[in-house]
């Protein structure tokens, strides 16, 4: 009997970037399954995506599917301990909570370490870049940056302060007592709300070792309970870990300005050495960029045949070092495999986070040499005979291992054997935005404030802001959901703030440009982007760097006129493409931070709808914010516009815009 073939990916159904259209399509013909395929021929399990799967013991897993028609009366399902679909589900959400919390919070230890050599002197690789930054960061540590001197306050020596400002950091991890600092640096308001409901966070490990030990079979069994821990773990990494893994890898190796640079697969050459650099923490890819950049390298390239090196990234690790260097983005989370398709991979670097285990599988077909780094981050292959290697990276040794890795990719061009296909679509982008940017372009330098941004939504020109982030998912049409929203929001005069793999998505598209304002805004977004030259969709870097859009919003507070908290704020949240963990602690961090927050693809509380309920309406009264969501993208836009509508209304400027489209289509009339 014919051996039945097996289902492939429909390339146009599984992405709507061009270049991953024909680069699925050529892993097909080669006879390489990606995850586009695997997506097609293995389904996810209701149960679980719904958040009612229990396998917190060996009695189960319990498994409380909804029943067809929806809960009718009082809700019975349970477990065989008796759990809820509530407990279940709350209990599921907040282990979810605990992983994307780590995760982040780990990357931001690890930058405090690195940090800490930099500032005792213990590396040569790493400096302290930024001293402003370190002198404006020190004192939120409780840092003193002055001293007296002969009755007068000046500066103390930069080293200690940047010792103390290491320990200072570090300690945020483990403290025994007291709560972790970050915290007041929100609006006071929002300060006083989490006080008032008991969740701030006391330091960042506790809190996440805190909800491994109740979510263990037969403790903590109220979801509201459950919730309460998972909100300080939330805190703690938005305005914990990941703010320290932002503000130290800025003091390290400098704050983002905006620059230019270019996007998707076609950023690869034929003709070079092509080095992607995959994963999340910089520290190693901050010492590739510079190492591939010495005239040693590059006479080396040049001698095995190459034209020079191109360096290229994947996810979060592709924003950061495109984010301080220009270095372009290669693609997003879904195009990790494609990325080696090309044939033109001559190594991979890849760190932690979000990293396919199917990569060494692809790597094995080419010559593509896979490079593990991180002794937390190995794969089954790296002691094999194979591509697959692990080069264990050290900051205090990290420009040998770094050389070590160039100068392989190097040796690996000539060993290139299957033929090069590299898809030739890019885009221009504008990247590297950030607090301090945003200052300076909306503020003026004259007034050194958000007083021009806040003006401009008083006014309407802008309604609102809103944050898209987060990841890719292969159970959905690959960048579809997060372009539809974010085109949605910026013809409707919401600025959009960016970071992950949306920003990866938008950058691809073309819309980190300032010219995509005159084709995509709303009149009043696009004559402010065109005065101040910005493009309508910001690019404010990785995931961790999502604590910039909670201090941007700080800023918007404190500026003035538009309430006295985040909740206050016409701003919404959304991840329309959402699959890791990292994108629910990032979520509930921003509910419970006052913001409006959307989520698509699937919703892993929708199996238990009372506990649904609590975090979708419940809490906007407790914290302003709220969770919901939304498959349908057109859709999942206009629910933010309605909220970001109903805030303006609330704060009285919503007649303001309503004058301003007037006067803009009198305009239109007189031309
Ligand atoms: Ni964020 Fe960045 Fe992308 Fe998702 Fe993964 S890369 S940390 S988790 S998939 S956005």
Partial sequence: MAEKAKKMADPVEATYDVASQKMIKRAQELGIETVFDRAVTMKACNIGAGGTCC??????????????GGIEGKDERMGLCGATANTIAARNFIRMIAGGAAAHSDHGRCVAEVFMSAAKKETEAYKIKDTKKLLAVAPLLGIATTEEVEGEQVQRNIDDIAVETAEAALNEWGKAEGELLYPKRAPEALYETWKKNGVLPRNIDREIVEIMHRTHMGVDQNYQNLMKQGTRAAIADGWGGSMLATDLQDILFGTPYPLASEANLGVMKQDMVNIVIHGHEPVLSEVIVAVAQTQEMIDYAKEKGANGIQLSGICCTANEILQRHG??????????????????CDAMVVDVQCIFQNL???????????????????????LEEGNVLHIEFDEHHALRDAKKIVKMAIDNFTNRRVEVMIPEEKSPIVAGFGVESIEYHLGGTFRGSYFTLNDNIINGRIRGIAGVVGCNNARTRHNEAHLIVVKELIKNDVLVLTTGCNAIACAMDGLLTPESAAVYCGAGLAEVCETVGIPPVLHLGSCVDNSRILLAATEVVKAGGLGNDIRDLPVAGSAPEWMSEKAISIGQYFVVSGVYTVFGVTMPTSGAPVFQDYIFNEYEKMYGGMWDFEVDPIKHAHKMIAHIDKKRKALGIDKARERVLMDMEARMAIE
């Fill in 55 to 68: 396998k917190n013991c060996s009695m189960g897993p319990c498994r409380l599917p909804l029943p067809k």
């Fill in 327 to 344: 270095v372009p983005l290669c693609g997003t989370f879904l195009q990790q495999e494609l990325a080696i398709i090309t044939g033109a």
């Fill in 360 to 382: 060494a599988n692809v790597a094995n077909c080419f010559h593509t040499k896979l490079v593990t780094t991180h002794p937390i981050a190995r794969m089954e292959q790296d």
